[in-house]
């Protein structure tokens, strides 16, 4: 588990980017994880557990997580999370996030997405044609904080 | 999408440089010790004003998954003959891995119980001098003396199918040659291993040699790093014979064995009396004429060097000259004097032991062979 805490002065510091914040007080903690689905008999039904990726092989399922805080003293708007697709995993199924199968150039629900065959025209693009997934959130309150995921299974 | 676009080139180079293409598997599943990295990147505005983009990444470290299958490519017994030696199963070995491994080879005999082709038909002997050779010669089948004999594939890339041929005699070692229709069925049991020392290139995977020496691998059994790697077994189990997630998988085969399915009769009519009856008399003086016939029945082997050897009875006496090879027979007890070639006392008839002899070179399922005397009655 990686904790990545960005102070704005520090963040400006260490990128070295350009582009001066408006705001210069309060941080953003984005948070990434990941879970190795495994399926478990707890009272006859079959359920799914999550453990630390410790070992994991190819065929299995993975709940990649991102959890998100504004601990700033201000509301963010237009919090848009972009997450591309490690080469190694494929997507099982889709979320409530949008996809681009372009390689991020355009995003959407996966239902409204194509990708050209070879032999000429398009078809309608699959869970596997997904290289990177997208969440939008419109608005984070100062002190809120929540989580996105998906899943996918390692190739 | 980034695998298929490697073997698309790979293939391509192939076919540049040698003539007939040689299909080369695909890796198995993403190659352990692979690093998984999953980045994030937000960006957001305060005020309507965008900010600098975060990030945040989680790394973690694929396994090495060991899984092995082993298959038999015989589609039904193999046929045999009793004592045939050097009969061939044959059985692939694929790395299901996800990582290039050696595999130790073992063959045995199995100990009765159902056969691997037909479930009703019981194993019934054993094979003798059972032997395992890899193809390494690039000439498909079993060539004894140019395909190696191993007991290790050294490192077999994931993906990769090596050829194993389990070859044997068909004598069974405590109870000889085994009868028309028994069974020996067989079994290839193949165990994840490393530390195999190279040998000879095996036909049709790259990189792997039929080798030597190795030993079998250990699953890693504790709880264990996020970021090692670390080894899972994952191969199927094998009906009893061999269990899940162990390291190894297995295979069987039958041998059939057809043996020749020969008959022998013989007949006799008298053919004169000294009293010149109508119907000749078997009394002494008169001449008795002997048919021997020789059946391979259908379904049968090819019987070869067939010897047919009959004592002519002490109170009677071989009429010289009269042995005919191979005349028509004719029920109930005629061999006939034409159609086939005269025999010679020479070669036919042994006048110390008084005994009629001749070996036929082969006789083929649902062919007859005859050979026909005469004696007289003392």
């Known amino acids: 588990m990686l904790l990545v805490r960005f102070h704005i002065f520090s963040l400006a510091c260490s990128l070295a980017l350009a582009s001066a914040p408006a705001f210069a007080q309060e941080p953003i903690e984005l948070k990434g994880d990941v879970k190795v689905v495994r399926i478990a008999e707890q009272g006859g039904k079959r359920v799914e557990t999550y453990a630390e990726p410790t070992q994991v092989v190819p065929g299995d399922r993975l709940k990649f997580t991102t959890s998100y805080r504004n601990g700033s003293g201000q509301a963010v708007q237009n919090f848009v999370i972009t997450n591309p697709l490690p080469k190694a995993v494929v997507l099982t199924e889709v979320g409530n996030f949008e996809v681009s199968v372009d390689g991020g150039k355009s995003f959407g629900k996966l239902a409204s997405r194509t990708v050209a065959i070879p032999e000429g025209g398009t078809r309608a693009a699959t869970v596997a044609d997904v290289e990177q997934v997208r969440w939008t959130v419109a608005s984070i309150a100062p002190g809120a904080s929540g989580s996105v995921t998906y899943f996918a299974s390692v190739r | ?378």
């Open chain 2, 1 to 378: 999408m980034t695998r298929i676009k490697r073997l698309v080139a790979g293939t391509s180079a192939l076919a540049l440089m040698t003539a007939p293409m040689i299909a080369i598997a695909a890796p198995v599943g993403t190659a352990a010790n692979t690093d998984i990295t999953n980045t994030v990147s937000v960006n957001y505005q305060v005020g309507g004003v965008a900010q600098t983009q975060v990030q945040a990444t989680d790394t973690f470290k694929v396994d090495r998954k060991v899984n092995v299958t082993v298959a038999t490519t015989d589609a039904a017994p193999v046929a045999v003959t009793p004592g045939q030696t050097n009969a061939v199963t044959t059985f692939t070995v694929t790395n299901n891995s996800n990582a290039t491994l050696d595999f130790l080879l073992a063959a045995t005999n199995q100990t009765g119980g159902a056969s691997n082709f037909n479930g009703a038909v019981n194993d019934s002997f054993d094979t003798s001098n059972i032997r395992i050779y890899v193809e390494t010669n690039g000439t498909p089948g079993f060539q004894l003396g140019s395909d190696a004999s191993v007991s290790t594939i050294a490192s077999l890339a994931s993906g990769d199918v090596a050829t194993v041929y389990v070859v044997s005699n068909m004598t069974d070692p405590s109870t000889g040659l085994p009868a028309d229709n028994a069974i020996a069925t067989v079994l290839l049991t193949a165990t994840a291993a490393s530390g195999a020392l190279v040998g000879a290139p095996i036909t049709g995977a790259p990189g792997a040699t039929a080798g030597s020496g190795g030993s079998a691998i250990a699953q890693d059994s504790a709880a264990n790093g996020k970021n090692t790697m670390e080894t899972v077994f994952a191969d199927a189990a094998y009906l009893t014979y061999d269990a899940q997630y162990n390291g190894k998988h297995a295979a069987r085969s039958d041998y059939k064995v057809t043996a020749a399915r020969l008959s022998v009769n013989k007949y006799s009519r008298v053919i004169s009396d000294p009293v010149g009856s109508a119907s000749p008399r078997a009394i002494p003086g008169a001449v008795v004429e002997y048919c021997i016939v020789v059946t391979n029945a259908s379904g049968g082997s090819t019987a070869t060097t067939v010897a047919v050897t009959d004592q002519v009875p002490a109170t009677m006496t071989y009429l010289p000259n009269s042995v005919y090879l191979n005349g028509a027979f004719t029920a109930p007890d005629t061999c006939a004097g034409t159609g086939g070639t005269a025999g010679t006392d020479a070669a036919n008839y042994t006048a110390g032991t008084t005994t009629v002899s001749n070996t036929f070179t082969s006789i083929a399922s649902t062919e007859t062979r005859t050979l026909r005397f005469q004696a007289t009655i003392k």
